[in-house]
């Protein structure tokens, strides 16, 4: 990444541009520094999959057991308040199936314990 790319960034984002900042990393195609405020913003906001998104702009989840537990425990709590709805059922076994089997499967020592405690929450609230 040049330098250049990097200052104009730091700029942007110090100057209260911080969605040009972002514009700018899409458009390169690389996050160039990890916002934190941003990522935490989203979270705290339940705006999951646009968290998720980001981690993965700046580092792959795959490559990276970090990454990939944080990414982990951003899908684990989006699919704990997909159950507290119950007329999404349908929707959470979907989003089970699609989002977190694959990370499960990527490294399913690490997770194998959280998953359990998934699934006998699941079988607590729809049983």
Do not use: W
């Not at 709805?85 to 959470?92: G, I, L, R, V």
């Amino acid at each position: 990444m040049s330098n250049k790319l990097k200052l104009i960034h730091c700029y942007l984002k110090s100057n209260g541009y911080g969605e040009s900042a972002r514009c700018l990393e899409r458009e390169v195609g690389k996050t160039l520094t990890f916002d934190s405020e941003y990522f935490s913003e989203a979270v705290n906001n339940g705006e999951f999959d646009k968290a998720v998104d980001y981690v993965n702009a700046y580092v792959n989840p795959k490559g990276n057991r970090v990454a990939l537990n944080i990414v982990f425990e951003l899908r684990k709590q989006q699919f704990m308040e997909l159950l507290r709805d119950p007329s999404k059922d349908e929707c959470t076994r979907k989003f089970f199936m699609e989002k977190v089997k694959p990370l499960i499967l990527i490294n399913r020592y690490t997770f194998e314990e959280d998953t359990q405690g998934m699934h006998k929450t699941y079988d607590l609230i729809h049983n």
